[in-house]
């Protein structure tokens, strides 16, 4: 074979990859401490017994002193590449670095899986090797170190071989992200499935599971024959479709009015738009309640009016319905209104020229363009709906629904792991075969007719006969919306709703109060501990979450390998899993070694990330379409490697994507309670946790002065980045929000 | 000599039977074998969806080849991806790294290969310089002109003296008058530094004029190789004769050849030409409109044939005419604007001596 210099450059930058992981991987071998550090690593209460102590040794101190012996292998893997450092551009440096990673990853994960807090935890296991007399908690720092370092020797070799043009940095990117997805998204629901088919001794049984599975809570269909409550899946899945038809329809008519209707104020209705991305789900719920519920003002009024006795009418399906009404119409708007206006006016003016009135355009040509909008915007709000948490929980009265079921199985008294798990396949299939609708159906039939050439013209008016009932629609839905968030905001200032209506700033003291003592500044106020802890894991997620979205995003515009589908199907997967699901999976995957997460911060970061990936990934396929390809390609003809190139010229372009990423990502964390409910500790309680604490024992006030707090904050966030970036920019990401559920 | 000066490396480029592939459908390049030598100008020509871009990425390593071999210089980079190849591209929308400043650009590809920032900065003064661009170094280069830009892209590639320099579409931004002038700086830098060039464009015209030799692609392969000269005057096929120039194709009967003169009947009259290759039988002929002269008078002469004027269109420096013969509808040109056959004027119909060619394809 030929070896030249080119050769031997590239085989020189795989060389200094492998021995910067292997550096990583020494220093997760012998200094960071293996196991999982119970008090986090910040609190530097390890350095006491470092590196002696078991609980604080790193694997290699600990193999010194005779423990955990299994951990002993791992170290031939770690070195093996040393041997072939020098003949890079041998098959065999490939080969050994691919027998290294596969091996070393295998084996970490193998003795983590296999040795947990009691022993073995296979009896099979225990009766071979004879009871271990030992036992280890979740990988640490030192275990995460080295398994970055195998994996990473595995793409390495792929690469070598290779593999999208021996790109090391693109294979190390696809491996990483499909080690993580595996991990944080499929592992979980993995251990779910199997949970839910197991019974409560753990033995395997697939009648236990089809028994639960076909339950008559869950698809009784007693309202129909008798006078009692359907199912939970049929009441979530009636549910579903109306708010999903209301919404789409709703959204089209707000759509209409602010781009057809010559309404000189139409952008300002875009304004909407930005509400359900600052508003906490659960909110809306509470406003309704305020409005409507034994003491609200509406229903104390009408009451008064008509003389009768004031009932609990809005608890259940009605109110859920306006809640989520509420909530979802500005995200089928925002999908519509790219869709209206993705009709060329110039077919609209053809149409004309060839005769046609504009009821009749409208009606043949505009209409028919649309439909596909139309769908997709009634399946986001079916997925929404279906995932809903906090609306459900705030007014859902008698009406159960999965999600809410899912809660109350793990919460309440029943603490049934299992039935749990079975709500969330059943909520997972709705959910999925939505979503998979969505894509595989529509995904691909886009009638967006602009040509990108500038495209003379304006949008046609609509016809009369549709303007007039849209123009009333538009008016008193807005009003109403306009009436719901003046009274979150009144709502926080009124002593008791109902009952006494003096004004007063008792609930935002108690919750925000600060003060002073001999120390400075201090936070009385009740709240300010879940505040400030929503704030910090919310911080940190948001950089986590755009590096994550923007590297996929990168792959999927810029890079051909094989299984593209695939991989993207994967990383999207994730919009389609409910909160609730998220959260149920997290404590059944992450509760026991290796992955030892539960109680942490972390496992909430991880969630965030995870739960919030699928729109990092489509605010950056966003901007990177509009990134001209030959730009990459002249920084690759000029000699730079692609992972410069990333840095160098991608990254810096895309600057608006990731601040937007950033925000984004950063606002839905402070808002989001499906998944967050089941994984708050006492030590890391959520703003949106506390919320719901607060609304459980009926402190109304508190808990929507905070949620007030909470959206002025969120506002000013979003404020502050478009003063940043500039308006047109952030439209574009922004409009991403959609792909999310509640 | 000054250490900032550029030297040439220059490198031959050749293909052997090489397919770039995509799933099992399509073909974009199809068994291309072709060489281009150090220090040569050479266009790859053709309609689009020829094969000729999918070439020139080949050549850069954007596209790696599905089957035969690639050799750069004599080295087989056939595996290489585009870092690792010695070979930089000049780009039909420029590429011009927005969020920097023209030094910074021209200053990427010699920081990318590892060289000190000051090295590489007077390294790239001095590409500025080349390309009269000296004192533009700070601007970002969406304050310059498409022309600047232009330039800019060029000193970017050349300021690494590759091996081989590719140009994609480089005047398609660029409006007419800017066109000529950028088209002849190419040249001349490429004459003056012997640098190898492979250069794509969809223009026969721009293609004539600076090319050394011209590869005119069709359906995924070469169709003819040759001078601009040649192609123009001795086209191989009627494709060629019609993408390059204009031609009028007529069928003709070779009705002998001796020692490579074919004795050609077209219509009424006979011709000799250069056999190509092609012996007795059914035959076509190219002729340029430019090389038919039209005659008045009526005389049979045995080297010219009746015609009936169709249609006369003046376009300033030359006369268009649609001349109905015998041998179908010709279509001729004449500089002589002072004179102009109305329609129906009856002519003759005479052939420039070197103007017919046979074609080698008979297809």
């Known amino acids: 074979m030929l070896v030249t210099s080119a050769d031997v450059q590239s085989g020189t930058r795989a060389g200094r990859v492998v021995m910067l992981w292997l550096l990583i991987g020494f220093a997760g071998y012998f200094l960071a401490p293996w196991y999982i550090l119970e008090d986090g690593f910040f609190s530097f209460e390890w350095l006491d017994g470092y590196p002696f102590d078991t609980d604080y040794a790193p694997a290699a101190f600990l193999i010194s002193q005779g423990e955990k012996i299994w951990l002993a292998p791992l170290i031939l893997p770690l070195l093996l590449p040393l041997f072939v450092l020098k003949r890079q551009s041998s098959r065999l440096f490939s080969t050994l670095l691919i027998v290294a990673g596969a091996s070393g990853l295998f084996y970490l994960f193998a003795q983590g899986f296999s040795i947990g807090i009691r022993g073995f935890n296979a009896q099979w296991m225990a009766t071979l090797f004879g009871d271990l007399g030992d036992r280890q908690f979740g990988f640490g720092y030192g275990a995460v170190l080295l398994s970055a370092t195998f994996l990473f020797y595995l793409t390495t070799g792929i690469a070598s071989r290779g593999y999208i043009n021996g790109d090391i940095f693109v294979v190390g990117a696809i491996g990483f992200i499909i080690a993580i997805v595996a991990i944080f998204i499929f592992f979980p629901i993995a251990q779910m499935l199997s949970s839910a088919l197991r019974d409560n001794d753990g033995v395997y049984s697939v009648s236990v599971f089809i028994s639960k599975f076909s339950e008559n809570k869950i698809w009784g269909l007693g309202c129909l024959t008798e006078n009692r409550g359907c199912g939970v899946a049929w009441n979530s899945l009636f549910l579903a479709v109306i708010v999903g038809a209301a919404t789409t329809l709703l959204g089209l008519v707000f759509a209409l009015v602010a781009t057809r209707s010559g309404f000189r104020y139409g952008n300002w209705l875009r304004a909407l738009t930005v509400l359900p991305i600052i508003t906490p789900p659960f909110v809306i719920g509470l406003a309704i309640i305020l409005l409507f519920g034994l003491s609200g003002s509406v229903t104390q009024w009408v009451a008064g009016v008509l003389d009768l006795q004031p009932t609990r009418w809005v608890y259940g399906l009605p109110g859920i319905m306006i809640a989520q009404m509420l909530s979802f119409t500005p995200i089928a708007f925002l999908v519509l209104i790219g869709v209206v206006e993705g009709v060329s006016p110039s077919m609209e003016e053809a149409s004309q020229t060839l005769r046609a009135s504009r009821w009749y355009t409208f009606k043949t040509v505009t209409f028919p363009l649309i439909r596909p909008g139309l769908a997709n915007a009634f399946l986001l709000g079916f997925i929404e709906s279906m995932a809903d948490f906090g609306n459900p929980l705030v007014l859902g009265g008698n009406y159960d629904v999965l999600s809410t079921e899912i809660f109350f199985a793990i919460v309440g008294a029943q603490n049934d792991q299992g039935r749990a798990a079975v709500l969330a396949i059943v909520l997972l299939m709705f959910t999925l075969t939505a979503f998979y609708a969505q894509r595989r159906w529509l995904g691909r039939k886009s009638y967006i007719t602009k040509t990108g050439k500038g495209d003379g013209g304006s949008h046609t008016l609509m016809p009369k006969r549709i303007l007039w009932p849209c123009y009333t629609i538009a008016t008193v839905w807005v009003v109403f919306t306009v009436t719901v968030y003046s009274m979150i905001i009144y709502g926080g200032f009124v002593e008791t709703w109902g009952l006494n209506h003096t004004l007063t700033f008792k609930h935002y003291i108690t919750t925000f109060a600060v003060g002073y003592n001999e120390f400075g500044i201090h936070f009385k106020g009740a709240a300010w501990d879940s505040f400030f802890t929503t704030l910090k894991i919310a911080a940190a997620a948001a950089p986590l979450t755009a590096m994550v979205g923007l590297i996929t995003a990168y792959l999927l515009v810029r890079q051909q390998f094989h299984g593209k589908n695939w991989f993207e199907f994967g990383t999207m997967l994730s919009f389609a899993i409910p909160g609730t699901v998220v959260g149920v999976s997290y404590i059944l995957a992450f509760n026991v070694p290796p992955l030892e997460l539960t109680g942490t911060g972390i496992i909430l970061i991880i969630s965030f990330v995870f739960r919030n990936m699928p729109v990092g990934v489509r605010a950056g396929i966003a901007s990177m379409s509009q990134l001209d390809k030959s730009l990459d390609e002249a920084s690759l003809t000029l000699g730079a490697s692609t992972w410069r190139t990333f840095r160098k010229v991608i990254l810096p372009l895309m600057r608006p994507a990731i601040l937007a990423a950033l925000v984004f990502s950063f606002v839905r964390a402070m808002t989001a309670i499906s998944a967050v409910i089941f994984l708050v500790s006492a030590e890391y309680n959520m703003a949106t946790s506390y919320i719901i604490g607060r609304v459980e024992n009926n402190d109304y006030g508190i808990a929507i002065a905070y949620s007030t707090v909470l959206i002025f904050t969120m506002l000013t966030a979003i404020v502050l980045f478009q003063l940043l970036v500039g308006r047109n920019q952030t439209s574009r990401p922004f409009a991403q929000s959609r792909t999310n559920v509640g | ?363």
Request: glycine share 8%; hydrophobic share 40%.
């Open chain 2, 1 to 363: 000599m000054n250490q900032s000066e550029l030297q040439t490396r220059a490198a031959s480029v050749e293909f052997r039977s090489v397919s770039k592939r995509y799933g099992t459908e399509v073909t974009a390049v199809d068994n291309v074998s072709l060489h281009i030598e150090a220090g040569e100008l050479v266009t790859l020509l053709g309609p689009s969806g020829c094969g000729k871009t999918t070439t020139l990425r080949m050549i850069a390593g954007l596209e790696m080849a599905s089957a035969g071999q690639i050799l750069i210089g004599g080295r087989d980079v056939t595996q290489l991806p585009a870092t690792d190849r010695d070979v930089s591209m000049v780009f039909q929308s420029y590429a011009l790294f927005p969020h920097m400043t023209v030094l910074e650009n021209v200053c990427y590809g010699l920081q990318a290969s590892g060289k000190s920032k000051k090295a590489s900065v007077e390294r790239a003064e001095y590409g500025l310089d080349l390309i009269g661009l000296k004192g533009y170094g700070s601007r970002l280069p969406s304050e310059l002109s498409g022309g600047q830009q232009q330039r800019v892209a060029v000193a970017r590639a050349l300021v690494l003296e590759p091996q081989v320099l590719l140009f994609d579409e480089p005047l398609s931004n660029l409006d007419a008058k800017l066109r000529r002038q950028v088209r002849d700086d190419i040249r001349e830098i490429q004459q003056r530094l012997q640098l190898t060039v492979v250069y794509v464009t969809h223009d026969q015209e721009e293609a004539l004029a600076v090319s050394d030799r011209i590869i005119v692609m069709k359906n995924a392969m070469i169709a003819q190789v040759g001078t601009p000269r040649e192609l123009y005057e001795q086209p191989a096929s009627e494709f060629v004769a019609d993408f390059i120039g204009e031609a009028n194709i007529i069928d003709a009967e070779i009705s002998d050849v001796t020692d490579g003169v074919a004795t050609v009947h077209v219509g009424n009259f006979i011709l000799s030409l250069d056999a190509r290759g092609l012996s007795a039988g059914r035959a076509k002929v190219a002729v340029r409109p430019n090389r038919i002269i039209l005659q008045s008078g009526d005389e049979a002469d045995g080297r010219s044939m009746p015609g009936v004027i169709d249609k006369a269109t003046y376009v300033g420096d030359r006369i268009e005419y649609k001349v109905r013969t015998g041998s179908g509808v010709l279509f001729c040109t004449s500089e002589a604007t002072d004179h102009q056959w109305q329609g129906d004027a009856e002519v003759r119909v005479r052939f420039d001596d070197n103007g017919p060619v046979l074609l080698e394809n008979r297809a």
